[in-house]
């Protein structure tokens, strides 16, 4: 068993997709007995009781094409965590997925979905389905994929959305800062087809690491020349507003920017709040890291067409510096109550742990070691603004509390190995064989996490699915 169990360990470590880890998962699960755990509903993590009587009970509502008690039942007991069926306890069993019995409940409810989107009745007429599906979509919620500031590194990002659009479960939303920006930025431009091919596309260059000459230090410029990043970012970004690019992909894509401006505050961009502001122009600004670039003007077309000035008044800077991960604006924005983030943030990576979710003594003592230090850090900050008036210092220690009050994890964290990470490495230029080991990096720290966020997403996923399908029937049914 133990050469057996060492075989598939490497076979783990040695992946070049998905299939093959996920094979070697499998069979690691069955050497130990962890499908077992699988198969067997009962567990102190969640309510099994409950979900296998929903179960049972939707399976009958179906059987007997029950139309009206399923769109009852599902108006009031949809949940998306439902007998704590999320809790991520529930993912540190086994390696590949959870019970059974959550995949059977998830799996009822998107069949009940289907058939009442599906079924040609006279008491649920295209609208009233509309209605119902519309609202219910609703008091769900949805997920959002959110990418971390991290420079150089955040092409990691691409890696993680690369496996998981091949999964098919990448979220519609997606927000990025800083870095993460460009990268969402780069997605939202682009529909399924063009993103496949430009990620397959043998030649990729992203050159953005240049320093500023003497003279124009000399006169209180940049450690790093911003014409040679934003010339990368326009050879990678269409040149679309955010409204545009929401209509060609159908992605809903949001850009965190900072203030320069003491007496401004930090904006979430998108095709709802600055449906006019270019793409371009706004991840060059979530990605004017304070003393590396200068501040941005934001730019936007006009009825006409044209580029001009936006809020010309202001400059932005670095999203990551008050808002690295804007989970409650995307929530307001956007109904998003699930959070898929790709960390690469290399102050922040070292510090995330998942296996914190556990309890115990020694848990405890790893928290204390590990957070106790930020949250006197973030403290002291505070004071300092409170207390005292530091005239050239004020706005560096205002952002420096920004930095530390933040919290960088979602509900589902995705980040990389930590001996990846190297200060050194942040602020160079990614060649063809540097982007390659950054995504299959980024691909490889998703695979462990694919079952959960298939899982957390089925529903919402599905929602979609339905809502799309019916709006074509709908427009059908018009002609």
């Avoid at 993590?45 to 049972?56: F, G, K, M, N």
Wanted: aromatic share 8%; glycine share 6%.
């Amino acid at each position: 068993m133990s050469r057996a169990k060492s075989n598939y360990e490497k076979a783990l470590a040695s992946a070049t997709s998905y299939e093959q880890w996920h094979e070697a998962a499998l069979a690691l699960d069955s050497l130990e007995k962890l499908d077992q755990w699988r198969d067997e509903p009962e567990s102190g993590d969640y309510d099994h009781q409950l979900l296998a009587s929903r179960v049972r009970l939707l399976r009958k509502l179906r059987r007997d094409r029950n139309i009206d008690l399923i769109i009852f039942r599902l108006r009031e007991e949809l949940h998306g965590n439902l007998g704590n069926m999320a809790n991520p306890a529930m993912y540190q069993h086994a390696r590949t997925g959870t019970k059974k019995l959550v995949n059977q409940y998830m799996d009822e409810v998107c069949a009940a979905l289907d058939l009442l989107t599906d079924s040609d009745v006279k008491t649920l007429p295209p609208m009233r389905k509309r209605r119902f599906l519309k609202r219910a979509a609703r008091s769900f919620g949805r997920s959002a994929l959110l990418l971390s500031g991290g420079a150089a590194l955040g092409m990691f990002h691409l890696g993680v959305i690369q496996e998981l659009e091949k999964q098919g479960i990448l979220p519609r939303v997606v927000t990025g800062s800083s870095a993460g920006s460009i990268i969402a930025g780069l997605l939202a431009t682009h529909t399924d087809e063009e993103m496949e091919a430009l990620l397959n596309r043998e030649e990729w260059n992203f050159e953005w690491v240049r320093r500023s000459n003497a003279s124009e230090l000399m006169k209180g410029g940049a450690v790093l020349d911003q014409k040679l990043l934003k010339k990368a970012i326009d050879s990678h970004i269409p040149d679309m507003t955010f409204l545009e690019a929401y209509e060609h992909t159908n992605r809903i894509l949001n850009i965190s920017i900072s203030p320069a401006d003491s007496h401004q505050f930090p904006r979430l961009l998108n095709y709802l709040t600055a449906p006019n502001v270019l793409i371009r122009r706004a991840a060059l600004a979530s990605s004017a890291i304070p003393g590396i670039f200068p501040a941005v003007q934001l730019r936007a077309k006009n009825f006409a067409g044209k580029s001009v000035a936006y809020m010309p008044q202001n400059r932005w800077i670095d999203g990551s510096v008050h808002e690295d991960i804007p989970k409650e604006k995307v929530n307001r924005l956007h109904n998003v109550n699930h959070y898929i983030v790709s960390q690469t943030n290399p102050h922040i990576v070292p510090f995330l742990n998942e296996e914190m979710d556990e309890t115990g003594l020694l848990p405890f003592i790893q928290d204390v070691v590990i957070k106790a230090p930020i949250v006197q850090f973030e403290h002291l900050l505070e004071l300092i603004q409170q207390h005292f008036h530091l005239p050239g210092l004020g706005p560096v220690i205002k952002k420096a509390h920004a930095v530390a009050r933040q919290n960088y994890s979602g509900d589902i964290t995705i980040y990389p190995e930590r001996s990846i990470f190297s200060l050194s490495r942040m602020f160079t230029n990614i060649g063809p064989a540097e982007l390659e080991a950054l995504m299959l990096e980024g691909r490889r720290a998703t695979w462990p996490k694919i079952e959960r966020i298939r899982n957390t997403t089925q529903i919402s996923r599905t929602f979609d699915s339905c809502l799309r399908r019916l709006s074509e029937q709908y427009r059908y049914v018009k002609r």
